[in-house]
Structure formats: C-alpha cells, structure tokens
C-alpha cells in the first residue's frame, strides 16, 4: 500500500486507479485518482485527467473535487468541481505537501 506525508492524505492503494465522471456538459471524462485530503471539516479528491496522450500515470494539471457525498461505507460516492479559488489553492497546497514523496511536483 502506498503512504503519503501527512496524517490529513489519503493515498490511492495503488497507482493508476481511474474514476469516470460525467461533465457540465454530459461528457464522459476519465479522471486518475492521485489521493484525498481532509480540509477544515471536508474532503477532497485530487485528479489527473486521462487522455490517449496523457494516460494514467503520466504528469499534468490536476483537478480538486470536493467531495459531496459518503456511501455506507463511508467512501466517497460523489464530487463536485472546487469552484472557489481560494480554497481550491489551499487545499492543492496541503496536497502538495502531502503527496511530496509519491508525487513530482516540479
């Protein structure tokens, strides 16, 4: 199993698992799962957007989806877009310093 930096991430439990979201515009988009962070009360899932020329584990922009919804297993079963810019790159930084030794944030 894989470990983060801090007791506030959540890694994937193993490289390359992607997530199928559908978009504002009804569009399918694969997403990799990199990990969650627990922020202020919340979560939030981190993800990279997977392409036939950016595939899963490759390195690029990466998308904060709060998490709005819990399962019975207390996973989480849905996300919305961070819309707040604020928090977006708050919670991208306490990502980044989480995930520093699994990912290459250069």
């Known amino acids: 199993m894989r470990q983060g930096s801090a007791p506030n991430f959540c890694p994937p ?11 504002e515009k009804g ?13 202020e009360g919340r979560r939030y899932g981190f993800f990279f957007p997977v392409t036939e ?7 690029g922009e990466i998308i904060p989806l709060e998490v709005t919804e819990l399962d019975e297993d207390g996973q989480p079963a849905a996300f919305e877009l961070v819309e707040d810019e604020a928090i977006a790159r708050e919670v991208y930084e306490d990502f980044r310093e989480a995930a520093k030794d699994l990912y290459d944030f250069e």
Do not use: K, M, N, R
């Open 13 to 23: 439990t193993e490289e390359g698992i992607t997530l199928t979201f559908q978009d």
């Open 53 to 59: 020329d950016t595939p899963a584990c490759s390195s």
């Open 27 to 39: 569009e399918l988009v694969e997403l990799e799962f990199l990990g969650l962070v627990l922020h």
